[in-house]
């Protein structure tokens, strides 16, 4: 007996249908009645329809499986389609190139929007609106640099790598950099250790309270009757 395997057949081209309706499709090419062929073209529709029973809904459920339809046969059938034809060259199109920018940046640890901003630093008239947008944008590379470095940069280091990015056209103040606070270090109050036994004696000497008057109230008599440590 002759065994049929599926690596023996010919490759499906949309193999979610399955085998059977490739088979229909390639049926439909065999009849050479046109009105009989667009008969049967409907009926496999509703039939490839049935397989997908939640995406009936859809507006363009029907001109996808008429889509596929064309497509299994591989662009051969002949038949009254409602929706226009797809082409083979229409499918098999190639995806537009992606250009990539190709740029190189000064410093990485910046990033490249830094060196954008200190460029059009460069082309502004106002020196007032320079040397406050200056200020913020130290701040920022500081920042960046702690994340990138995991250390604190220092203002020269600032003030050196804005001039290179911005070729000599931006005039820092280097004096009220030097002089502008880091955001970015937080303040860290650490307790003092001359105060920690203090504090462990204050608490020691408040739970030796406490025990002494939960003591106070336990010397209660029981049933009427004197309490041991009562005097006669």
Not at 110 to 129: D, H, Q
Not at 161 to 184: C, F, H, P, Q, T
Request: charge should be positive; aromatic fraction near 8%; hydrophobic fraction near 30%.
């Amino acid at each position: 007996m002759r065994k049929n395997y599926n690596y023996t057949r010919r490759k499906l081209y949309l193999p979610e249908y399955g085998r059977h309706i490739q088979e229909m499709i390639d049926s439909l090419l065999e009849i050479e009645d046109r009105r009989e062929r667009n008969r049967q073209a409907r009926a496999v529709i509703a039939v490839m329809g049935n397989l997908n029973p939640l995406l009936r809904d859809t507006a363009d459920f029907t001109h996808k499986l008429w889509d596929h339809l064309f497509i299994m046969s591989d662009f051969q059938l002949d038949v009254d389609s409602p929706y226009p034809r797809p082409t083979r060259q229409e499918l098999t199109v190639s995806p537009r190139h992606m250009a990539y920018t190709q740029s190189r940046i000064t410093f990485k640890h910046y990033g490249k929007y830094v060196e954008r901003m200190i460029g059009s630093l460069a082309a502004e008239p106002n020196p007032r609106a320079v040397a406050s947008a200056v200020d913020n944008l130290a701040r920022y590379m500081r920042a960046k640099s702690y994340e990138y470095n995991q250390e604190h940069p220092n203002n020269e280091v600032i003030v050196k790598d804005i001039k290179r990015m911005s070729a000599g056209a931006i005039e820092i103040d280097e004096v009220a950099l030097n002089n502008l606070r880091s955001d970015y270090k937080q303040p860290f109050s650490a307790r003092s250790p001359k105060s920690a036994p203090q504090n462990r004696a204050g608490h020691a000497q408040g739970r030796a309270q406490k025990n002494r008057a939960q003591q106070h109230h336990r010397g209660f008599a029981k049933n009427n009757a004197p309490h041991r440590n009562s005097q006669k």
